[in-house]
């Protein structure tokens, strides 16, 4: 039996033939760091959570690679994670079905605010996969990544196509301005079955066709039930391709007042569920085919704390988190929701 491992700025500091031992373990769950603590999901048998550590220590990558879900939180140098996972994967990590980054930054340990976590500009660039390093992966979870820029570029790197992606969720990443491309030959969104997006403040579209990309299919989404979104200042598009949503069940789009058509026709209202939203924002929706809106609007709930846009006014409610929250309400009368 080998000795017991040495210490290093708190994490296991262990050679390449010590961590074999964790790929013959049938499960495990691995808590890394002075506040790790578990996160419900689906894929539990081989968890890893990696919270308040400096992710620069190659060794990290070996309790990732043999994992089904990993979460990192708080982390600091996650460009240099991803640089290692990159050079030190040859053949692609099959395990892994669940991936939560949250409150990480790409450099060096912030003292106020994060250094941007982007994989572009004046830092150094990341080496790019050879092929799709998550291929099994089907859920994505993106949070309080406040200087993150393009999800398509972390995909890049990576190599990852999302074939078996099914539910993707990002909330406070105040630069992005999509959620993913469609036209482009790399990504493929066929297997999303549910999507929540909130608190990004610059986001406009969710779904962005990319020029010069190959023709989109009939339709982009044809497995999309669920779609939330809350809060999204900017949002005008959810997805600009007619007949894009063919599954699409239920809708929730709450604070989103720039939003004004939605991608809904006479050929995919059918499979709608319920619709929920602000009585403003759904009486000021814009619709191509009037008789689209007739099909749908029985299954139509008003959410609570409708907000008309001209009346909001946002505050951070956290100085070093990009979130925003509205600082008042509008009086609804009792009944029938109307404004006074």
């Not at 919270?51 to 990558?61: A, R």
């Not at 959410?303 to 070093?320: C, M, V």
Request: hydrophobic residues 40%.
């Amino acid at each position: 039996m080998s000795a017991q491992p040495k210490k290093k700025k708190g994490i296991p500091f262990l050679d390449s033939e010590d961590l074999t031992w964790i790929s013959r373990l049938r499960k495990f769950h691995f808590f890394i760091g002075p506040t790790a603590k578990t996160l419900p999901t689906k894929l539990e048998e081989r968890s890893v959570r990696i919270t308040d550590l400096e992710l620069s220590q190659k060794q990290i990558v070996w309790f990732l690679i043999n994992a089904t879900s990993v979460l990192i939180s708080g982390c600091w140098e996650l460009n240099k994670l991803l640089e290692n996972f990159i050079k030190d994967r040859v053949h692609c990590v099959s395990g892994l079905k669940s991936l939560t980054i949250s409150s990480c930054v790409a450099g060096s340990r912030p003292r106020t605010f994060p250094h941007p976590l982007s994989m572009s500009g004046s830092q150094k660039k990341l080496p790019v996969a050879q092929c799709d390093l998550l291929p099994n992966l089907e859920e994505l979870h993106l949070h309080h990544l406040m200087h993150l820029k393009s999800i398509s570029e972390l995909a890049g790197h990576l190599g990852l196509k999302f074939s078996r992606l099914r539910i993707l969720e990002v909330t406070h990443c105040a630069q992005i301005d999509h959620v993913l491309p469609y036209g482009d030959s790399m990504i493929n969104t066929e297997m999303l079955e549910v999507i929540k997006i909130g608190f990004c403040d610059n986001l406009e579209e969710i779904f962005r066709y990319v020029p010069g990309q190959r023709e989109a299919p009939f339709s982009v989404l044809p497995n999309l039930h669920i779609v939330e979104l809350k809060y999204l200042q900017s949002l005008k598009t959810i997805c600009k391709q007619e007949d894009s949503l063919q599954s699409l069940e239920q809708l929730e789009v709450i604070n989103c007042g720039a939003l004004r058509t939605l991608p809904l026709t006479d050929h995919n209202a059918n499979t709608i569920k319920e619709i929920k939203g602000g009585i403003f924002w759904w009486n000021n929706l814009e619709w191509d085919n009037y008789n689209t809106k007739v099909c749908v609007q029985h299954f139509f709930k008003p959410a609570s704390g409708d907000i008309r846009p001209e009346t909001w006014r946002w505050f951070r409610t956290d100085p070093n988190v990009n979130s925003w929250m509205p600082t008042t309400l509008p009086t609804i009368r009792q009944g029938p929701l109307q404004y006074i």
